[in-house]
């Protein structure tokens, strides 16, 4: 799990006048709103006896209270009221904890979970359609896998087992005619256009055969981002008929995910075929929980020694690459197994932009490990390219 990047905490719609627990890189956080109506996110550990602020209540202070002693704490984290010492009375500077920046987009708490300051993130990432509602009909969806987010992303940017996976997005008889054209990545990014021989889609949307042919080429695009785990895939069934589902993977602890995701269609846009797409798009979900719930190792492997690629996985290792820059160059992945021997024994938490800031405070709880990066700036080693594709 992977430090300095937004990740999207829960639903915009759930968190309204009382305090929500959500766990991200196995933490608990708690979301609040102020009186301004923005959402707050601090770590869910108060600094007094370790209280969690999720299960107390919001205060005239505009702060969050702390059900134990009632300690109460800012949208900055820093203690406000401390009712044992009266009104007025002075409170340690000392008394503070984390707090996160937060963003709300596409109906979703998007919060910062690394010290890096502002002009260093790497931003939220693009959903015009979102705004589009001339154009698109965006539907929410959620999906709770088994599984680490590093498998679900590789998942949702994988082209080549959608012949076996998905019976409504290709045939295993049609395999070897999906190809790659083309992938183009940056630092945090990566995209590849891909096309595809799906068979007819069957159901409600039966009337799709008067737009398109059974096994017509179609064009899909996968797209990840590093932010908030994203996966992208835009699909192009014919000239005018495109779908977006666009999905946030959130790594509640090592190997388990949560996607909130949203998928915009540009055709039938009436609400009626908003239960048929949910259902569909549900299912396709559904299909690969059930591959990746049984991976082995459930996490991503570290180099591809103990695996074999061909041609057709090269999108996948320009994302295993980007993933791999931001552990051993920048450090930001956390070392979950040194944290281990002190589970139930201490309280961990993500380093803030303020923690960083302001280094002399002393801060009351310890910050989780990270895996001290390995090499600087050199070039992406070459052993991830993947090998010549098989006879
Ligand atoms: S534990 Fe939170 S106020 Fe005492
Ligand atoms: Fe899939």
Known sequence: MLTNLWYVAEWSREVKDKPVRVKLLGQNFVLFRDKTGKVNCLSD???????SLSKGWTTERDCVACPYHGWEFDAEGKVKFIP???EGAPVPERARIDAYPTEERYGMIWVFLGDLPEEERYPIPDFPEYEDSDNWRPIELEYNWTGSADRVLENGIDISHTAFVHPGFGYPEMADKNKILKVDRGEYWGSSDNVLYPPQLSGNLGLMKLFRADKAATNVT???????YCVRLHIKINSWMETIIFDANTPVDENTTRSFAIQARNFFKWRIFD???KKRTTKVFGEDGAIVSELSPNYLPETLEH????????FMSAWRMIRRKHIEEKGWKIDTKAM??????KAFTIPSPARRANPHLNWALETVPLVAPIRSSAPVQEEETPEPELA
């Not at 550990?45 to 209280?51: E, K, T």
């Not at 996968?222 to 908030?228: D, H, V």
């Open 84 to 86: 044992s010492r009266g």
């Open 222 to 228: 996968p797209s990840f981002f590093l932010p908030g």
């Open 307 to 314: 695996e074999v690629s061909v041609e057709q996985d090269k």
């Open 275 to 277: 239960f048929g797409a």
């Open 45 to 51: 550990v108060c600094i007094h006896r370790g209280g």
């Open 340 to 345: 281990k021997p002190f589970e139930g024994e």
